[in-house]
């Protein structure tokens, strides 16, 4: 009976060793932490979640921690309410890969002070010329980013990524080039002969106000579309106040 005892207790031991021993790989993933000079592909897909989220400037993922890597986890946990150590610990990765993990891309829909920072750049250099920061992101802030993105060589799908971002305010941002009422203008007369159809707005087919905003977006203007009395209340343009100042290109 004894050795029987025995047995049981030994059998019962070598048990939960081995439970442990199944366990503690888990255990040591969930405990685990990144910092400069891990490598891995843990490593990897932290890169790669990363970029995908805008925190990290270049795609494809290289395996290694270094400063880069350990930049874009300060700029990841200041953006979600993390002490912003560059360290990947369990609570950055656990936050990184949630589905509330905020993204620093912006497009559409966006809204925030990153968006107002974003139209307050594209407006000093001449992009945005909505003549209002409004923190949200529609399609005129998006016709800013497009032509700031074209200007640049970028390509140009009016999504302000990393590498949009990171070239708006860098020292070489190029300003818009200046444009001329005539251009505007050239680019309406062009599409003479096109139907008129109630509130459409190009290519094929126009109303007035659709018209104007085709014509004044295609130049490199970015505003949006607005009735008669609002372009003439468009605090950016210098209003009309007689007919013997009219030239070239004035919306009337």
């Known amino acids: 009976m004894r050795n029987n005892k025995v047995l049981r207790r030994v059998v019962i031991t070598v048990c939960v060793v081995v439970m442990l021993f199944s366990i503690a790989p888990s255990a040591l993933a969930a405990d685990s932490v990144m910092k400069v000079g891990s490598t891995g592909s843990d490593v990897s897909a932290l890169q790669d979640r990363l970029y995908a989220l805008g925190y990290l400037d270049y795609s494809g993922a290289t ?6 890597t350990q930049t874009a986890v300060v700029r990841f946990q200041r953006s979600n309410g993390l002490s912003a150590d560059g360290i990947a610990g369990p609570l950055t990765t656990a936050t990184l890969y949630s589905s509330s993990a905020r993204s620093l891309i912006l497009k559409v829909g966006s809204s925030g002070e990153a968006v107002s920072a974003l139209q307050t750049k594209l407006a000093a250099l001449g992009y945005y010329t909505y003549g209002t920061v409004t923190g949200y992101y529609g399609s005129v802030t998006k016709a800013a980013v497009s032509s700031f993105q074209s200007a640049c060589g970028l390509l140009t799908d009016g999504v302000a990524g990393p590498a949009t971002r990171n070239r708006l305010f860098s020292g070489s941002a190029p300003a818009a080039a200046a ?17 008129y159809v109630l509130g459409a707005e190009g290519p094929g087919l126009y109303d007035c106000s659709g018209l104007v905003h085709y ?38």
């Not at 395996?63 to 880069?68: K, N, Q």
């Open 63 to 68: 395996g290694y921690y270094g400063t880069l």
């Open 179 to 195: 444009v001329s009422a005539g251009t505007i203008a050239d680019i309406a007369l062009s599409q003479v002969g096109k139907p």
């Open 215 to 252: 014509a004044v977006n295609n130049a490199g203007v970015s505003v949006s579309r607005m009735s008669a009395a609002a372009y003439s209340a468009y605090s950016a343009w210098t209003k009309i106040t007689g007919t013997s100042s009219l030239k070239k290109g004035d919306i009337l």
